[in-house]
């Protein structure tokens, strides 16, 4: 069992930044691939990026690519999202999920209770 907790949500101005974090316990933690996803009031929930256990490999929606960054460290069991640029569009709750790889919500097995970011004009 994986446990997943975000963080590092809230309000920020059209243009702003966020790092959002994705602390991870449980018995096989440090060895999770790690994917972020979003889900805006409405929508579905979609893929923004992944990274593999070791940090080495990471992978991003196309649409993102370029203003969002995942990392890890493993020393503290956390993965990080770094959003810059932000725009209205992005205003979504973000979760992190585990135990798996891929850009389908199916490709994981465990997940957070989600951060909620919003982006004002």
């Known amino acids: 069992q994986v446990q997943l907790v975000e963080s590092g949500g809230g309000l920020v101005q059209a243009g702003g930044s966020l790092r959002l974090s994705c602390a991870a316990s449980?018995?096989?933690?440090?060895?999770?691939?790690v994917g972020w996803f979003r889900q805006a009031p409405g929508k579905e929930r979609e893929f923004v990026a992944a990274?593999?256990?070791?940090?080495?490999?990471?992978y991003y929606s196309d649409s993102l690519k370029g203003r969002f960054t995942i990392s890890r460290d493993n020393a503290k069991n956390t993965v990080y999202l770094q959003m810059n640029s932000l725009k209205p569009e992005d205003t979504a709750s973000y979760y992190c999920?585990?135990?798996?790889?891929?850009?389908?919500?199916?490709?994981?097995?465990?997940w957070g209770q989600g951060t909620q970011v919003t982006v004002s004009s």
């Open positions: 990274i593999d256990w070791s940090g080495s490999s990471t």
């Open positions: 449980g018995r096989t933690s440090s060895n999770c691939n």
């Open positions: 999920a585990a135990g798996g790889w891929g850009t389908a919500l199916d490709d994981y097995d465990y």
